[in-house]
């Protein structure tokens, strides 16, 4: 049997549904396949969307017209703003999720958008005819021709799960694991990676002492992931609470006692896993000084009796994981519902891939997500964004969009995996931007919108709300700078904050670059200031407050540009440039850089080479 579409998108995790909906909303045919339609949008690590790095790829998904912000503020149980004892560059946003909820209104988003089919059915082969996709076949042997195919199978490729010496296959969750996708791949001579993840057990509520435990609030004032989300949304949220608990010298002893039994240590487990997210065993043997470990016990759900422990990741035997639960405090009682778990699987390089996340081998190809060797649901539903909107734009015979490092995130993330690859699960930080001053929260809006809407993904209502706020924003840091205020004024504000004094008129802004001074606190002496969103208010305050750096950024980025600017030729055989190492020849001849910038970012390039390169070239 054979059908026909447009873009077919295989699996409908975070990076699937992101696929999916980018590729409908501009107009193209598509169908989502996913092993199983309960699986869709699932979360089986951490019931959160957000966090250091990955909150900032979050709003820039909303900015460019994804679905994860929209659904995230949907189903937030607690919300809070990480590392606000820092600059504003690394606030990043971070909500507790209801996981069921997210599964469901992702499910009845994606039934309900026109342009797109949902089925449920394993794909197991690639056609590809005259270096061109043509087709996906599903294991009951429908074939399905299609124009363009983007991969998004998660953790599920050829994934086997690991608890002490036991190990069989599975996908996350108990869901099946995908058979027989990666001999295909390899037919097709894409170089696959194997990776490793893991999640802590899940525990029952009521069997944990709480009273023991300190608690976490969320905060007061939350301001929603979506542009689209109203700012009153959350006024008349009740909060879960999260709570706080420790490691103890018991609970090391219990591990060390029992680490060869751990999958992780006996030599069962070959794929590599996360640095940034370790199992507990890894850290105890990573930091053998540290006498404690922070853990976190979050809410599942509002209608659920799961607790997830974050922080508390193990691959050991299940009689262990009684063991080093019971010896937490306030846990001596606590029941475990589902048992934690490491799980490995295929992924592939990513440095396979161009920039628009399409292969480079196989025209029409695309991968998103932890097939590309990342971790996390933001950076998967990131790429899977830019990837359907890639191979809809190709359809389009419109120009792909490719994000660069100084206006995204997403782009910093891309442009890592293509350019340098990755031997281990990859995570979005902000210390991975070199522009990250420039990349905040606040302003993905400003940084993106305009390109999704070009890119005919942005609605007409989204850009108009992003074009009014914008306006605001401009008028009032143009007020801020153009309304002075006398001594005599000023003085009494900044006598009662204990702040130098003024001898001369100053204008606002000028008074609130001072780092002791907020905007709030400037309305004492500002009776002419209009009422404006709190999301407004943020991005004054910042643009204003950090000018002088912003500026500065602004100016390392212009300069840089014009490395970006110098386009190499994709034919180029970079053997044959007399004067260029080896290495360099090798590592150049294999990613293919788009332009003199990206050759700059390329593990075993260096600066020598690059003037060879400008030299060969005639670029100066």
Same mark, same amino acid.
Not at 173 to 201: H, M, Q, V
């Given at each position: 049997?054979?059908?026909?579409?447009?873009?077919?998108?295989?699996?409908?995790?975070?990076?699937?549904?992101?696929?999916?909906?980018?590729?409908?909303?501009?107009?193209?045919? @598509?169908?989502?396949?996913?092993?199983?339609?309960?699986?869709?949008?699932?979360?089986?690590?951490?019931?959160?969307?957000?966090?250091?790095?990955?909150?900032?790829?979050?709003?820039?998904?909303?900015?460019?017209?994804?679905?994860?912000?929209?659904?995230?503020?949907?189903?937030?149980?607690?919300?809070?703003?990480?590392?606000?004892?820092?600059?504003?560059?690394?606030?990043?946003?971070?909500? %507790?999720?209801?996981?069921?909820?997210?599964?469901?209104?992702?499910?009845?988003?994606?039934?309900?958008?026109?342009?797109?089919?949902?089925?449920? #059915?394993?794909?197991?082969? =690639?056609?590809?005819?005259?270096?061109?996709?043509?087709?996906?076949?599903?294991?009951?042997?429908?074939?399905?021709?299609?124009?363009? #195919?983007?991969?998004?199978?998660?953790?599920?490729?050829?994934?086997? =799960?690991?608890?002490?010496?036991?190990?069989?296959?599975?996908?996350?969750?108990?869901?099946?694991?995908?058979?027989?996708?990666?001999?295909?791949?390899?037919?097709?001579?894409?170089?696959?990676?194997?990776?490793?993840?893991?999640? +802590?057990?899940?525990?029952?509520?009521?069997?944990?002492?709480?009273?023991?435990?300190?608690?976490? /609030?969320?905060?007061?004032?939350?301001?929603?992931?979506?542009?689209?989300?109203?700012?009153?949304?959350?006024?008349?949220?009740?909060?879960?609470?999260?709570?706080?608990?420790?490691?103890?010298?018991?609970?090391?002893?219990?591990?060390?006692?029992?680490?060869?039994?751990?999958?992780?240590?006996?030599?069962?487990?070959?794929?590599?896993?996360?640095?940034?997210?370790?199992?507990?065993?890894?850290?105890?043997?990573?930091?053998?000084?540290?006498?404690?470990?922070?853990?976190?016990?979050? +809410?599942?759900?509002?209608?659920?009796?799961?607790?997830?422990? %974050?922080?508390?990741?193990?691959?050991?035997?299940?009689?262990?994981?009684? &063991?080093?639960?019971?010896?937490?405090?306030?846990?001596?009682?606590?029941?475990?519902?589902?048992?934690?778990?490491?799980?490995?699987?295929?992924?592939?390089?990513?440095?396979?891939?161009?920039?628009?996340?399409?292969?480079?081998?196989?025209?029409?190809?695309?991968?998103?997500?932890?097939?590309?060797?990342?971790?996390?649901?933001?950076?998967?539903?990131?790429?899977?964004?830019?990837?359907?909107? /890639? #191979?809809?734009?190709?359809?389009?015979?419109?120009? +792909?969009?490719?994000?660069?490092?100084?206006?995204?995130?997403?782009?910093?993330?891309?442009?890592? *995996?293509?350019?340098?690859?990755?031997? &281990?699960?990859?995570?979005?930080?902000?210390?991975?931007?070199?522009?990250?001053?420039?990349?905040?929260?606040?302003?993905?809006?400003?940084?993106?919108? %305009?390109?999704?809407?070009?890119?005919?993904?942005?609605?007409?209502?989204?850009?108009?709300?992003?074009?009014?706020?914008?306006?605001?924003?401009?008028? &009032?840091?143009?007020?801020?700078?153009? @309304?002075?205020?006398?001594?005599?004024?000023?003085?009494k504000l900044l006598n009662r904050l204990e702040l130098t004094p003024i001898s001369t008129g100053f204008s606002l802004s000028e008074l609130l670059k001072r780092p002791q001074?907020?905007?709030?606190? *400037?309305?004492?002496?500002? #009776?002419?200031?209009?009422?404006?969103?709190?999301?407004?208010?943020?991005?004054?305050?910042?643009?204003?407050?950090?000018?002088?750096?912003?500026?500065?950024?602004? /100016? &390392?980025?212009?300069?840089?540009?014009? *490395?970006?600017?110098?386009?190499?030729?994709?034919?180029?055989?970079?053997?044959?440039?007399?004067?260029?190492?080896?290495?360099?020849?090798?590592?150049? /001849?294999?990613?293919?850089?788009?332009?003199?910038?990206?050759?700059?970012?390329?593990?075993?390039?260096?600066?020598?080479?690059?003037?060879?390169?400008?030299?060969?070239?005639?670029?100066?």
């Open positions: 049997m054979s059908e026909i579409t447009k873009i077919a998108i295989i699996g409908a995790g975070h990076a699937g549904i992101e696929a999916a909906l980018a590729s409908a909303r501009t107009g193209i045919d @598509t169908v989502l396949f996913t092993m199983s339609l309960e699986s869709i949008a699932n979360m089986p690590c951490n019931p959160s969307i957000g966090g250091t790095g990955k909150g900032h790829l979050v709003y820039e998904i909303d900015a460019l017209g994804g679905e994860m912000g929209k659904a995230a503020d949907k189903v937030t149980l607690q919300s809070r703003t990480l590392n606000l004892g820092k600059g504003a560059a690394v606030h990043s946003k971070r909500v %507790q999720a209801d996981r069921k909820r997210y599964h469901i209104i992702m499910k009845e988003t994606l039934e309900s958008t026109p342009n797109l089919r949902l089925v449920q #059915a394993e794909i197991v082969d =690639i056609g590809v005819k005259d270096g061109h996709v043509c087709s996906v076949t599903t294991k009951l042997g429908e074939v399905w021709e299609c124009e363009a #195919a983007i991969i998004c199978s998660g953790t599920y490729l050829e994934s086997r =799960i690991f608890v002490g010496d036991v190990n069989y296959e599975s996908g996350p969750d108990g869901f099946l694991a995908s058979k027989g996708l990666s001999a295909c791949l390899e037919n097709l001579g894409i170089k696959l990676l194997r990776f490793k993840t893991g999640t +802590p057990s899940r525990v029952k509520r009521s069997t944990i002492d709480f009273s023991e435990l300190e608690v976490q /609030n969320g905060e007061e004032s939350i301001t929603p992931y979506s542009s689209q989300t109203p700012d009153d949304y959350f006024d008349t949220l009740q909060q879960l609470p999260c709570h706080v608990v420790y490691t103890n010298a018991q609970t090391h002893r219990i591990i060390r006692d029992n680490i060869t039994r751990s999958a992780m240590y006996s030599g069962q487990i070959h794929g590599t896993g996360p640095r940034y997210c370790p199992s507990i065993e890894d850290k105890l043997t990573r930091f053998a000084d540290k006498e404690r470990h922070q853990l976190f016990v979050e +809410p599942v759900g509002a209608d659920t009796e799961e607790m997830y422990i %974050q922080g508390f990741s193990t691959s050991l035997p299940v009689d262990v994981q009684h &063991e080093m639960l019971a010896s937490l405090t306030g846990f001596k009682n606590a029941q475990i519902m589902r048992y934690a778990y490491a799980i490995e699987y295929d992924c592939i390089d990513p440095t396979q891939l161009l920039a628009t996340l399409e292969f480079k081998a196989i025209n029409g190809l695309y991968g998103a997500g932890q097939f590309n060797g990342t971790s996390g649901y933001e950076e998967a539903a990131a790429q899977g964004l830019i990837a359907g909107l /890639n #191979a809809s734009l190709k359809i389009r015979n419109m120009s +792909p969009l490719i994000l660069t490092r100084a206006e995204s995130y997403i782009g910093t993330l891309i442009d890592d *995996l293509v350019t340098k690859g990755t031997n &281990e699960p990859y995570r979005m930080m902000t210390s991975r931007s070199e522009y990250r001053l420039l990349l905040r929260q606040d302003n993905a809006d400003r940084r993106l919108t %305009q390109k999704g809407y070009d890119a005919g993904l942005v609605t007409k209502s989204q850009y108009d709300a992003y074009l009014k706020k914008q306006e605001l924003i401009d008028k &009032e840091i143009e007020r801020l700078n153009t @309304t002075y205020i006398s001594p005599k004024v000023a003085n001074l907020t905007y709030e606190q *400037l309305a004492e002496i500002d #009776a002419k200031r209009p009422k404006l969103p709190k999301r407004v208010v943020t991005t004054v305050e910042v643009t204003v407050k950090y000018e002088g750096y912003i500026k500065r950024q602004i /100016n &390392e980025v212009e300069r840089q540009e014009k *490395l970006e600017t110098k386009r190499l030729p994709e034919s180029l055989d970079y053997s044959a440039i007399k004067g260029l190492r080896i290495e360099a020849a090798q590592k150049l /001849n294999s990613i293919k850089p788009l332009t003199i910038g990206q050759a700059t970012r390329i593990s075993g390039v260096n600066p020598a080479d690059i003037s060879v390169l400008l030299i060969y070239l005639g670029m100066k």
